[in-house]
């Protein structure tokens, strides 16, 4: 019998298999009789069993081979790989034990501020810039002067700075204030012995100054005895008219509200074109304050 010929037992009918599949068990389609599937050498004569064997053989050397070859394409790329995280581990470990680092490029330069300039570019805004100004406010029946003057005045200072003075208050009272393009930033505050460093500084103003502004901070203050107070503050502007004792200016209103310390406070200060601050109305727990200008003059 040929290969993959069957001839059915019930009606000799004659057909070929789609799949070699020996002992295994098939049905005739004339008459559905199921047959079993028989041997390739059952039913071949001595040359067609002599042929069969050879080939067999053949294709068993072949499939040797293809396997013996994609063995060893394994195995060259298993070990390529490990060759390629070997010197990649190295690479790493030379760099950490020579403390090298990759070359980052150079900071931007910021542009520099210079203080005629900054006399000049601030004589007009809500926070004008002097070298002899003075303010005087009135707070209940208590007299304040605020006066101020400019510091780091060295030449090529970037961003100088102003410290204001207020005196005619319970401790002598000093800002200091770093001036940059972008805005003014609070530093420093000190009361008497107390000094404390914002850290990073405070914006309370930016440049340009408009309604309709908002910011945030997150910083905190430290004394020099390293004690520390956190501070969380919500900043936002508007314009808004101020009448106090040295006229009726339409102003820059800058709310400030938060927590400093653990202690919630409201902070609104509003600020006059080429005057500077013209009221001031705080609260910090139970305790408030409201201060208004008198008169300004340098």
Same mark, same amino acid.
């Given at each position: 019998?040929? /290969?993959? @010929? ?27 009789? =199921? ?11 001595? #040359?067609?069993? &002599? $042929? %069969?064997? *050879?080939? #067999?053989?053949? %294709? ?6 293809? &396997? ?10 298993? &070990? ?35 203080? !005629? ?11 004008? @810039? ?12 208590? =007299? !304040?002067? %605020? $006066? ?8 090529? !200072?970037? =961003?100088?700075?102003?410290? +204001? ?18 805005? &003014?930033?609070?530093?420093?505050? +000190? ?5 404390? /460093?914002?850290?990073?500084? @405070? ?10 502004? *908002? ?7 430290? $004394? #020099? ?28 209103? =800058? ?42 003059? $340098?």
């Amino acid at each position: 019998m040929p /290969k993959f @010929i069957l001839e059915c037992p019930g009606c000799q009918a004659r057909f070929k298999l789609r799949r070699y599949v020996p002992r295994g068990r098939v049905r005739c389609r004339a008459c559905g009789v =199921v047959m079993q599937v028989p041997l390739v050498d059952e039913g071949l004569t001595p #040359e067609e069993r &002599a $042929r %069969h064997a *050879s080939r #067999e053989t053949v %294709h068993r050397a072949v499939r040797g081979k293809v &396997a013996r070859v994609v063995a060893l394409w394994r195995w060259l790329l298993t &070990a390529s790989a490990l060759v390629a995280l070997l010197a990649l581990g190295g690479v790493i470990l030379a760099r950490r034990l020579t403390g090298t680092r990759p070359e980052l490029p150079p900071p931007a330069e910021i542009p520099r501020l210079t203080v !005629e300039e900054l006399i000049r570019t601030r004589a007009r805004s809500p926070f004008p @810039i002097g070298r002899e100004l003075e303010w005087q406010y009135i707070s209940g029946d208590r =007299v !304040e002067t %605020h $006066r101020m003057r400019i510091v780091d005045v060295l030449p090529g !200072e970037e =961003v100088p700075c102003v410290a +204001i003075l207020a005196t005619g208050v319970e401790l002598p009272t000093q800002d200091i204030v770093r001036i940059t393009r972008e805005g &003014a930033y609070r530093q420093e505050i +000190i009361q008497g012995a107390d000094r404390r /460093k914002f850290v990073p500084p @405070i914006k309370f103003l930016c440049f340009p100054p408009t309604g309709g502004q *908002s910011w945030k901070y997150e910083g905190e203050t430290v $004394r #020099e005895n390293g004690e520390r107070e956190r501070w969380s503050v919500a900043f936002e502007t508007s314009i808004e008219e101020a009448e106090v004792p040295a006229g009726r200016f339409r102003c820059l209103k =800058v709310q400030a509200r938060g927590s400093e310390g653990g202690v919630q406070f409201v902070d609104q200060r509003w600020y006059a074109l080429g005057l500077g601050l013209v009221q001031r109305a705080a609260t910090r727990g139970s305790e408030s304050e409201i201060i208004k200008l008198t008169r300004s003059g $340098r």
